[in-house]
């Protein structure tokens, strides 16, 4: 090993420390499913024209496609104790690593800004509720941020929340996730309690049918959807390694992320989808946005615990998802000086800078865009680690060269690099029509056709990035001996 590749954070974790069980990774999908974003995801389903079991089998359809590439990403972590950026460099060179674990921190970026603003928000709507805020939020904006002064401050006043959180370490994130899983599905189901005592039949909230005429209009917006969903948590399929390895074994993993996040999103999904119906009847309007459904309940004391409660959500979703993947991939870069801590403050520097209030501003953007576009980026990524782990290197990994930039994984592997390019390239001319907003129309930059492919983008990215790997890495990657990889302490 040489000291240039490695500091105390990124070292394999000591078996002694590897003591995870399969609760600590649900605990940790609970928190991390049990959000904002995700309501709102599923509830827009609704919006989109699926009835409401169509939108509920979506979501579960996705998360238990996604399930496949999380576990096996994460039995590396638990098989050799070792982070997402660590493991790159068996397929992506010491150096080359460096690509996707700072495409992977930046996704993270952005997310950590939107649930600072989604979190930031929730605090405002309590200091309006207890009438300690009074502003008008369309006149008194400040020009350059497009928000209110008080708005900024509670966003800050959140972000600085998750500062001092992160600087105690992953063990205060272990902690947080533990707890936060009962309460927050606590409240979830106290809110689906709520939709059945408002309206006089609850049968009614079971009515809603899908809008289409034509099988041809549902799968139009089922593909997207679902690549969406699968999109939402591709992050995490790259980077669970970051968590598994303090696993206590492969069952502890396997079982965890089985019990943790297909249910957890599926129940949620159903509950966000039944509450926005009653708001349709309570209300007379869909409230897809929790913040502003919470902040019409009644009473201010339930509005300001229900607010609570979604602060509680969006923190530990955010400390789980997206600053440990982030702290780690930007240690990678220099690990001699960038310690965790100093990663996640990067992260969090960065989530201010981006602006995020403007990027789910329009939510056919947050879709089609940012979901769906960095699911085009992650999917070849992941293709590629789990072909080099599984296929060519038959789980077998040679520990002290992923430290050594000198060893069989030094330098940059070109054939992952050209494979992630070629795997990219079909989604593009997708993307950039649907970031500049001319998909479909007379406008459009390129054809249709590619308008097609993105609507598959990750699975596009992921099945071609496994097959040009597997076809130009034949030969070249070998499993390594069985006295350099052999460190899993159970099976």
Not at 219 to 229: C, D, E, G, R, S
Not at 399 to 424: R, S
Request: hydrophobic content about 55%.
């Amino acid at each position: 090993m040489t000291d240039a590749l490695r500091n105390a954070d990124l070292d394999p974790v000591p078996p002694e420390r590897r003591n995870w069980s399969a609760w600590n990774i649900a605990a940790l999908w609970i928190g991390m499913a049990v959000c904002i974003p995700t309501y709102m995801l599923a509830a827009g389903m609704i919006s989109q024209g699926m009835s409401w079991w169509q939108a509920v089998l979506t979501v579960m359809l996705g998360n238990l496609i996604v399930l496949i590439p999380m576990i096996l990403n994460g039995h590396g972590g638990t098989k050799y104790g070792i982070p997402f950026p660590v493991l790159a460099r068996a397929s992506f060179g010491t150096t080359g690593a460096q690509i996707p674990a700072i495409a992977r921190a930046l996704v993270a970026c952005g997310w950590f800004g939107i649930q600072c603003w989604i979190g930031g928000a929730a605090l405002y709507s309590i200091l309006v509720t207890l009438k300690l805020v009074h502003e008008d939020v369309s006149t008194d904006q400040i020009a350059f941020l497009g928000i209110t002064g008080w708005q900024f401050a509670c966003f800050l006043a959140f972000w600085m929340l998750h500062l001092v959180i992160v600087i105690r370490g992953i063990n205060s994130i272990k902690w947080i996730e533990s707890y936060a899983a009962p309460f927050l599905i606590a409240c979830g189901l106290a809110l689906l309690v709520w939709a059945f005592i408002k309206v006089d039949d609850y049968h009614v909230l079971f009515d809603s049918k899908s809008k289409f005429e034509k099988p041809g209009e549902f799968w139009k917006v089922f593909f997207p959807q679902l690549t969406a969903m699968v999109g939402f948590w591709a992050t995490l399929s790259l980077n669970i390694p970051d968590f598994t390895r303090y696993c206590k074994n492969q069952r502890a993993q396997v079982l965890g992320q089985v019990l943790g996040l297909p249910p957890t999103m599926t129940l949620f999904c159903f509950i966000s989808i039944i509450v926005t119906g009653a708001s349709v009847i309570v209300f007379g309007e869909a409230i897809w946005d929790p913040v502003q459904l919470v902040s019409r309940l009644g009473s201010p004391l339930v509005i300001v615990v229900s607010l609570f409660a979604l602060l509680v959500a969006t923190l530990s979703t955010n400390l789980a998802a997206n600053v440990v993947s982030p702290a780690n991939g930007f240690s990678n870069i220099a690990p001699s000086k960038i310690s965790f801590r100093t990663g996640a403050l990067i992260t969090c520097f960065i989530g201010v800078a981006i602006m995020p209030w403007r990027l789910i501003n329009d939510f056919s953007d947050y879709i089609f865009t940012w979901l769906i576009g960095y699911s085009a980026l992650l999917g070849p990524i992941a293709g590629i680690m789990i072909c080099d782990y599984f296929i060519l290197r038959k789980t077998r990994l040679d520990i002290e060269a992923l430290y050594d930039n000198k060893g069989q994984y030094a330098g940059v592997n070109w054939i992952a690099m050209i494979v992630l390019a070629l795997a990219i390239a079909p989604n593009l001319p997708g993307f950039i029509n649907a970031a500049t907003n001319t998909a479909g129309t007379e406008n459009a930059i390129f054809p249709a056709f590619f308008d097609e492919i993105y609507v598959y983008a990750w699975f596009v990215g992921l099945l071609l990035s496994v097959v040009l790997y597997a076809a130009f890495m034949f030969g070249r990657a070998t499993p390594a001996p069985q006295e350099a990889f052999d460190t899993e302490i159970t099976k």
